[in-house]
């Protein structure tokens, strides 16, 4: 979707849905709201082993350290952390406090890199709060190659499927330009090579997808179609508890909270033609 600034009219017609993620920046937004933070599970999510492949099921058991552990080079392509730069511009490294975090911590120190843009180039515009003219994308190349690769795999062939999900692994591992001189152990990304079955297939297709996709609003959707929102949404309220305070006595029902209830007003309008969503009275 087109944005655009400096085209005749008052700050131009900007991106204004993101004006809530930014950080607060010293001396350039001074008070961004610091909405739609990065989670701890999800960054060592892309911590990787020896060989450049994911964790997947024990990825949440060590915190990620960029200094002692290998990662996957989107970490720092999707998410800001402190100590390093921002929008890799070394003009303004993140810290770990209320300057730069306008909750000083309450929903941890990460902000998200995916939706906000280098102070200086340009593309931070103050209005009522802070736009951009960078155009929204809807739909990525990537996205549909592993959309194809899951369909591939359900229909149980995972070979046709694997080469795919190695396109996306490849750009990632090539991903390194803007991120090379970081303090880090090393980047590493993998092809995957051999057989693997169907159920091994998928495993790695939705760890792909939550890697490539991260901060991009996808995730909840695909856990709920893959019926897994209930487990995984359960196990990442208890993980984030001893970082985000706000997490505990957090809970997920199943068959309930994969949807929004219909509004009241709506279900009365409807003369009784609407049924109520699961779970919701």
């Known amino acids: 979707m087109q944005y655009s600034s400096n085209d005749g009219t008052n700050k131009g017609n900007c991106n204004w849905a993101y004006g809530l993620i930014v950080p607060n920046i010293p001396g350039v937004t001074d008070g961004g709201c610091d909405f739609y ?58 810290e770990k406090s209320s300057v730069w975090s306008r909750s000083n911590g309450l929903y941890g120190y990460y902000v998200s890199l995916k939706h906000n843009v280098d102070p200086d180039s340009g593309y931070l515009i103050k209005g009522s709060y802070w736009g951009s003219p960078m155009n929204r994308i809807v739909l990525r190349y990537a996205d549909i190659l592993l959309m194809r690769a899951e369909a591939l795999i359900q229909l149980n062939r995972p070979d046709e499927a694997m080469p795919l999900i190695n396109l996306v692994r490849g750009r990632a591992a090539a991903s390194t330009s803007l991120i090379a001189g970081y303090a880090v152990k090393g980047y590493k990304v993998s092809q995957y090579t051999g057989t693997f079955t169907k159920d091994e ?30 487990p995984v949404l359960n196990a990442y309220y208890r993980s984030e508890q001893n970082v985000c305070s706000i997490y505990n006595g957090a809970s997920f029902t199943a068959d309930k909270n994969e949807y929004l209830p219909i509004p009241h007003a709506q279900m009365s309008a409807s003369n009784g033609h609407y049924t109520q969503n699961c779970g919701w009275k």
């Open 201 to 230: 297939a998928l495993k790695r297709l939705k760890f792909e997808r939550r890697l490539e996709l991260a901060m991009e609003s996808d995730r909840f959707f695909d856990l709920v179609r893959w019926g897994e929102a209930e």
């Open 37 to 94: 933070k990065p989670s701890q599970n999800l960054v060592n999510a892309f911590r990787t082993d020896d060989n450049g492949f994911p964790y997947y099921d024990s990825f949440n058991s060590v915190n990620f350290e960029p200094t002692t552990h290998y990662c996957d080079p989107r970490l720092f392509l999707t998410v800001g952390l402190p100590g390093f730069p921002y929008e890799f511009n070394s003009k303004y490294k993140m």
